[in-house]
């Protein structure tokens, strides 16, 4: 046995479920730090005596910094240790949350949430660390655990921070996830391997690369177009939804509203079961029957509003269905370049990120403009562009 063989047989043994599940618990709250102060934005403004539209952009920073974190951060676990990638980028991640917890204006707060966005992609870092560490034979088990972190913290973040804003004060609440990041910083010292670096490359030949990345690599380019038609269609979906029941004849409450989020929990299962599924039976069966499940559920809501139970039941399958194929379709990109597998992955996320941005103007927009079912159709089609991609690249 080689020394590469050995460090790999080393890893392994590492990568045991306690320490999975630690990744999965850090993804969870390194992404739940971007949607913390979504809920709180009345109380924001009325602290800072500022419009809540004006504290509405400067969170909008949020998203705009995860892009920037993306490229430029969930390389570096390649190119350095892990362990001390995350644990440092944790530990930032703290700062600036603590940060922002003392902001006395608006433009403080936007500069804070912008660097808070970029930390936060350390949950694109952890499932890079999940592709690159695991066995081959459970990549994508593994990967739909921390996975499942990640699609965990975004409903959380959501609740959670609201119900700490309302108990102790959003900046209080800001301190609290400050500490856990704080916390989770010393874990990953210790419980995330530490590796030699897999990439030969420097970090700014790395992040040179990366557009190169599509050019090369038929896999990663149907994968992130793939990717980036359902994350459309799945923010369509959500924001044209919040403008719709809004309105009449439903006129629901923001915390109404808020609760159809819960169908969201269906995700966080769905990635589980799914990657055990993709290292049985491969990611493409896995793929197009997650897309089948979302793309049935998009039609059928377009005309089940006036049920709730029925619209709760489409938002259950058309989560779970798109989770899981995230999940099989990720596990495809990790898969190109185990031994690095990061700069796939960030440059995979970039493409899926922008595609979730397009669709999230797009839906608010066509719910007001198209109305509901038009909204749906589209939504359905581009889950149906996915899955005619799916038969054609995978």
Known sequence: MNADQAEQALTANQLRGPVVFFMALAAALGTATLYSLQPAMADVAESLSSQITAVGVALAAGPAG?????GLLVPLVDRFPPARV???QFAALAVVLAGSAVAGSVVVLSAMTGLVGACSAVGAGLSSVAGRLAPAARRATVLGIVTAGISAGILAGRIAG???ADEIGWRAMLLVFAAGCALVAAGCLVLVPTTRSGTGLRYGETLRSLPGLFVRHAVLRGAATRGALWFFAFCAMWSGLAVVLSQPPYSYSAE????????????????????AWTDRVGARRVVLLGLVMAGTAAVVIGWSLTSTVATLGCLVLFDAG???AQVANQSTVLAIDPAAPARF?????????VGGSLGTGFGAAAAGSLGWPATAAITAA???AA???TLKWL
């Open 66 to 70: 995860y892009m920037a974190g993306l």
């Open 86 to 88: 995350l644990a440092v």
């Open 162 to 164: 609201g119900w700490l």
């Open 256 to 275: 109404r509203i808020g609760l159809y989020a819960l169908a969201g929990v269906s995700g966080i299962f769905a990635t589980q079961v799914a990657g």
């Open 322 to 324: 798109l989770f899981a």
């Open 345 to 353: 992955n960030s440059a995979y996320m970039l493409v899926y990120f």
């Open 382 to 384: 581009a889950v149906g």
């Open 387 to 389: 899955a005619l991609g």
